[in-house]
T-cell receptor, first 114, second 114 residues
Framework: EDKVVQSPLSLVVHEGDTVTLNCSYE??????LLWYKQEKKAPTFLFML????IEKKSGRLSSILDKKELFSILNITATQTGDSAVYLC??????????????FGKGTKLTVNP | DSGVTQTPKHLITATGQRVTLRCSPR?????VYWYQQSLDQGLQFLIQ???????AKGNILERFSAQQFPDLHSELNLSSLELGDSALYFC?????????????FGEGSWLTVV
């Protein structure tokens, strides 16, 4: 069964700190890994990592994918209170006949205190 | 704004009742996905439709059913509701980008069963 494990489950930091969120996965055939940020309701898309794109960066956020060791990390530098959210990692197994079923981890709840 | 529209935003109903949740994908997107998010289970894939046809099925109970109509909107029907069905139900739409397909989520429908 495909599985995604995120750690830590929760994290409390102060503004300005740098955080690293972890995501490890077991999947029969890997296609891609996605990171989402969920504040109050809808998860909002952050990054997609594939075999052809193992490192992504957007502003203070960056992510890398290690396909050999089956994990990804999400880094947030110079954290702000607005970064407080649940960060979700999801993998997309390949060979699903056109389906893009996401298998989610349980998320990391990040709290950034002023 | 993901462009995925869900109604209703909130719904409170009694055990044993039946409800219908509605989703309109982003204009031009042919795929619709339904996910359930509860506190203890995280985001769970329920079902996917593509251009009116069921494409993939996940952990969807027999009491639940879905369909996608010719105008591509989708409905998720939940019947014989139980307290444990209380959750946030997300609809998502697939968007093809430069590096592959990404799933974008609607704001969700909060279902409370009392």
């Amino acid at each position: 069964e495909d599985k995604v494990v995120q750690s830590p489950l929760s994290l409390v930091v102060h503004e300005g700190d740098t955080v690293t969120l972890n995501c490890s996965y077991e999947v029969t055939n890997f296609r891609s890994l996605l990171w989402y940020k969920q504040e109050k309701k809808a998860p909002t898309f952050l990054f997609m990592l594939t075999s052809s794109g193992i490192e992504k960066k957007s502003g203070r956020l960056s992510s890398i994918l290690d396909k050999k060791e089956l994990f990804s990390i999400l880094n947030i530098t110079a954290t702000q209170t607005g970064d407080s959210a649940v960060y979700l990692c999801a993998v997309v197994p390949s060979g699903q006949g056109g389906s893009e079923k996401l298998v989610f981890g349980k998320g990391t709840k990040l709290t950034v205190n002023p | 704004d993901s462009g995925v529209t869900q109604t209703p935003k909130h719904l409170i109903t009694a055990t044993g009742q039946r409800v219908t949740l509605r989703c309109s994908p982003r204009s031009g997107d042919l795929s619709v996905y339904w996910y359930q998010q509860s506190l203890d289970q995280g985001l769970q894939f329920l079902i996917q439709y593509y251009n009116g046809e069921e494409r993939a099925k996940g952990n969807i109970l027999e009491r639940f059913s879905a369909q996608q109509f010719p105008d591509l909107h989708s409905e998720l029907n939940l019947s014989s509701l139980e307290l444990g069905d209380s959750a946030l139900y997300f609809c998502a739409s697939r968007r093809t980008g430069e590096t592959g397909n990404t799933i974008y989520f609607g704001e969700g429908s909060w279902l409370t069963v009392v």
